[in-house]
């Protein structure tokens, strides 16, 4: 099995690089469509953090009773989060603070900007977080909310009494490299296809994630693709042996990137190169 792999060298000048980009995606367009499509994961993708552990350690980690954390293992992350808000609200942490906390997270540097250039540059941009609605949607605002086609998370709330409160986005049973509750790989896919009934068709999709549920959608890309996981973070740890155990034979490309900034590079370098093809 080849595996295709990639180290951004940073010896192209960035503002020359976007510039250069920018020329040949008008150049190359005849219409309005998107031709490359981005997919991020969140925590620790977007933001340099997870967002549940974030709204977790605003109680005392020692009012958090066994059978709560047990619940991880026996229902799943969703029921256990459930339990953790449940706890924030007994213990008086108000919607308020929850969603400062969620504000207060820093980016993953340089990832902002990288939304802003590649919006530039005819690239959808989605979201698939196991994550929920209120914590990404809370942290978004302001940052990227606007360069963004579609999230997909697990939707969730605040009631009238300031509880949170989180449903499942999906109830699967077919991929067992996902969580019962969210697969990825799935919804990339459901996602493309239902792009290209509206005529929009992408050259090349990047994934971009760092956790174990990325590897999914990672291992359903094609030759014209790449995957892009996080290096120190488990997928990028995994995913090799992953697709030997499932016996996947890979044909996209692998990079692996720190922060938004040579990620951005990469990307935008990658669509540069695929438009000179094209033209010889």
């Known amino acids: 099995m080849a595996f295709l792999t990639r180290k951004c060298t940073n010896q192209i000048n960035f503002k020359n690089l976007c510039s250069m980009v920018n020329f040949m995606v008008r150049k190359m367009s005849t219409n309005t469509s998107a031709k490359y499509l981005a997919v991020f994961d969140y925590d620790h993708t977007i933001?340099?953090?997870?967002?549940?552990?974030?709204?977790?350690?605003?109680?005392?980690?020692?009012?958090?009773?066994?059978r709560v954390k047990n619940l991880y293992k026996s229902s799943g992350w969703i029921d256990y989060m459930q339990e953790i808000f449940k706890l924030l609200y007994a213990n008086n942490v108000s919607k308020?603070?929850?969603?400062?906390?969620?504000?207060?997270?820093?980016?993953?540097?340089g990832m902002i900007k990288c939304f802003q250039e590649l919006q530039k540059n005819q690239f959808e941009l989605v979201i698939i977080s196991d994550?929920?609605?209120?914590?990404?949607?809370?942290?978004?605002?302001?940052?990227?909310?606007?360069?963004?086609?579609?999230i997909y998370t697990n939707p969730a709330h605040f009631d009238d009494e300031g509880r949170l409160l989180i449903k499942p986005y999906h109830h699967q049973t077919y991929?067992?490299?996902?969580?019962?509750?969210?697969?990825?790989?799935?919804?990339?896919?459901?996602?493309?296809?239902?792009?290209k009934k509206n005529g929009v068709t992408f050259n090349s999709v990047f994934y971009v994630g760092d956790g174990r549920n990325d590897i999914c959608p990672m291992l359903r890309?094609?030759?014209?693709?790449?995957?892009?996981?996080?290096?120190?973070?488990s997928c990028e740890r995994e995913i090799e042996q992953v697709a030997r155990k499932v016996e996947k034979n890979i044909d996209f490309e692998i990079y692996r990137w720190n922060n938004g900034n040579d990620l951005l590079?990469?990307?935008?370098?990658?669509?540069?190169?695929?438009s000179q093809r094209q033209e010889q």
């Open 131 to 150: 994550s929920n609605s209120v914590f990404i949607d809370t942290w978004n605002k302001g940052r990227i909310s606007e360069y963004l086609t579609e």
């Open 175 to 195: 991929c067992s490299l996902s969580s019962e509750n969210l697969c990825k790989g799935q919804i990339m896919e459901d996602f493309i296809a239902d792009r």
């Open 96 to 109: 308020v603070q929850i969603e400062q906390a969620i504000r207060d997270i820093p980016e993953t540097p």
């Open 47 to 66: 933001v340099d953090a997870n967002t549940d552990l974030v709204a977790r350690g605003l109680i005392d980690q020692n009012l958090i009773p066994d």
């Open 221 to 233: 890309l094609s030759a014209d693709d790449f995957a892009c996981p996080r290096v120190g973070y």
């Open 265 to 274: 590079e990469f990307m935008l370098q990658s669509i540069n190169e695929a």
